[in-house]
C-alpha cells in the first residue's frame, strides 16, 4: 500500500504474555519511528531506526521492550511479560531521512 | 519537563467560526523545527506543518494560518470557517535535531470539536 501499515490494529493479551506489533513503512523510506500514546502521557517517543546504523533506543521504557528491523524495512517491536501499564495505542511512522513523519493507524494493545 | 505545552485539552465551535489552537514551546536549541498533526478518529496522525526555527513567516493554507512567534516561543494554529471536518485531536510537535522529524516531543494535543 501507499502509507504506513501496522499489525494488529487490535491486541487484547493478559498481563504476563508477549506481544509482537508489526510495521510496514512507505517503501523508500530509511527512518522508521515508534511512538507510543496513551491518556496518561500522549506521544512518547520510543525507539528510532535510521538505515543501518544502530538504533536510538533511548525511549524505550524498560527492558521489557525491543524493537528490530529487518532488511531495512519491517519492524517488529516486541513487549515482553506485557503490564496492564502497557496498554496503549502503539504508532509506527517512516520517513526519508529529513523529511516529515507518515504515521500508520497504529495498533492498539489492552492488556488484562 | 514539558517541551510542548497546549493549554487547550478541548474545545467546542459551531461550525464557521474561526478557532486558534495554542502552543507555547520550550527548548534551548538555536535550531529547532516545529510541526503540527491532526489526529482524526480513525487515529492515523497527518502531518500538517513543519516551520524551522529561523523561519518566522506566518504561513497560510487555504483555511489553515500557523503564527510563529519566537518571542513568545509560540506557534498557533487558526482555522478560518471551521467544518465539521476539522473535528480531531490536534498535536503540536517540537523536534530539537537536525533532523526534522527526530524524536519529536508532542504536546498533549487539543481536542477539537466543532458542530453543525
Known amino acids: 500500500g501507499a502509507g504506513v501499515s501496522q499489525s494488529p490494529s487490535n491486541k487484547v493479551t493478559e498481563k504476563g504474555k508477549d506481544v509482537e506489533l508489526r510495521c510496514d513503512p512507505i517503501?523508500?523510506?530509511?527512518?522508521l519511528y515508534w511512538y507510543r500514546q496513551s491518556l496518561g502521557q500522549g506521544l512518547e517517543f520510543l525507539i528510532y531506526f535510521q538505515g543501518n546504523s544502530a538504533p536510538d533506543k533511548s525511549g524505550l521504557p524498560s527492558d521489557r521492550f525491543s524493537a528490530e528491523r529487518t532488511g531495512g524495512s519491517v519492524s517488529t517491536l516486541t513487549i515482553q511479560r506485557t503490564q496492564q501499564e502497557d496498554s496503549a495505542v502503539y504508532l509506527c511512522?517512516?520517513?526519508?531521512?529529513?523529511?516529515?513523519?507518515?504515521f500508520g493507524e497504529g495498533s492498539r494493545l489492552t492488556v488484562l | 519537563a514539558q517541551k510542548v505545552t497546549q493549554a487547550q485539552t478541548e474545545i467546542s465551535v459551531v461550525e464557521k467560526e474561526d478557532v486558534t489552537l495554542d502552543c507555547v514551546y520550550e527548548?534551548?536549541?538555536?535550531?529547532?523545527?516545529l510541526f503540527w498533526y491532526k489526529q482524526p478518529p480513525s487515529g492515523e496522525l497527518v502531518f500538517l506543518i513543519r516551520?524551522?526555527?529561523?523561519?518566522?513567516q506566518n504561513e497560510i493554507s487555504g483555511r489553515y494560518s500557523w503564527n510563529f512567534q519566537k518571542s513568545t516561543s509560540s506557534f498557533n494554529f487558526t482555522i478560518t470557517a471551521s467544518q465539521v471536518v476539522d473535528s480531531a485531536v490536534y498535536f503540536c510537535a517540537l523536534s530539537e535535531s537536525v533532523r526534522p522529524g527526530y524524536a519529536l516531543n508532542f504536546g498533549k494535543g487539543t481536542s477539537l470539536l466543532v458542530t453543525p
Open positions: 517503501s523508500g523510506h530509511t527512518a
Open positions: 516551520r524551522n526555527s529561523f523561519d518566522e
Open positions: 511512522a517512516s520517513s526519508l531521512v529529513y523529511g516529515e513523519l507518515f
Open positions: 527548548t534551548r536549541d538555536t535550531t529547532y523545527y
